[in-house]
């Protein structure tokens, strides 16, 4: 039985080993620090482009907006103007008011859930809504209180925007390059973010899909190999 064990111990390290080697490789390979960019009117006439493109004021006009994230794991329902979202995975409702948490309200298997149990949920809801409602508004928050925006330099010979996030959502700090076509259009960013220790990993936004209201969203997104489907889009007034 003890060889069993250490024999088992030892195929346990030999892959432990293999794994930070590997992730060593990647970062080594993959990382890049944060570029430095330029501030000032330049950058936010390059956001403000990037903002026409996509229908800004058809955005802002938007009342409605339905999606799922994580392969329909997770649905949403965001009422932008009142300023509420129904957020559902698994067996949970979470209604969340984004003004007034104490208006929050969680549903388990239709029950109304209390106490402890109900705060893990609406902290788990609002981290799913942080994250999953940045992959399909990102461009519109470019403007967002605590954000920066500079210009830099890409290598071929175009210019990227660059938003730093100081406050809000659930990581504080991250930064986005976007970059752009010659219409204005996002087509990806690279990432500097807390949740992944790689900096500079690209993730596409060049599948656009106008809805009936005239504002763009997107439909999903590349990471390498990852496909982030947005489920079905819903957008109204």
Not at 38 to 66: C, N, P, S, V, W
Not at 82 to 89: C, I, L, P
Not at 90 to 111: C, F, I, P, T
Request: net charge positive; charged share 20%.
């Amino acid at each position: 039985m003890k060889k069993i064990v250490r024999s088992v111990l030892k195929i346990l390290a030999g892959i432990l080993v293999i794994a930070v080697v590997g992730f060593g490789l990647l970062y080594l390979v993959f990382n890049v620090p944060v570029p430095e960019g330029k501030e000032g009117a330049k950058a936010d006439d390059l956001a403000k482009q990037m903002l026409r493109a996509i229908h800004l004021k058809q955005y802002q006009q938007t009342r409605f907006l339905e999606w799922s994230f994580a392969g329909g794991a997770h649905c949403y329902k965001w009422d932008k103007t009142m300023g509420t979202v129904v957020v559902s995975w698994s067996d949970y409702v979470v209604r969340l008011d984004l003004n007034a948490s104490k208006n929050n309200n969680v549903k388990h298997q239709g029950e109304t859930v209390k106490g402890r149990k109900r705060q893990r949920a609406i902290r788990k809801a609002q981290d799913f809504f942080n994250n999953d409602s940045f992959w399909l508004v990102a461009p519109y928050k470019v403007f967002d209180k605590g954000t920066t925006r500079s210009i830099v330099p890409l290598e071929d010979g175009t210019e990227g925007l660059l938003v730093r996030y100081s406050m809000g959502g659930s990581t504080p700090g991250d930064c986005y390059l976007w970059e752009l076509n010659e219409n204005g259009f996002p087509e990806s960013y690279r990432m500097w973010v807390s949740i992944i220790p790689i900096g500079g990993i690209e993730a596409s936004w060049d599948d656009w899909k106008m809805m009936p209201n005239g504002v763009y969203l997107p439909q999903s997104h590349s990471i390498g190999p990852i496909n982030l489907d947005m489920g079905t889009l819903k957008a109204y007034n």
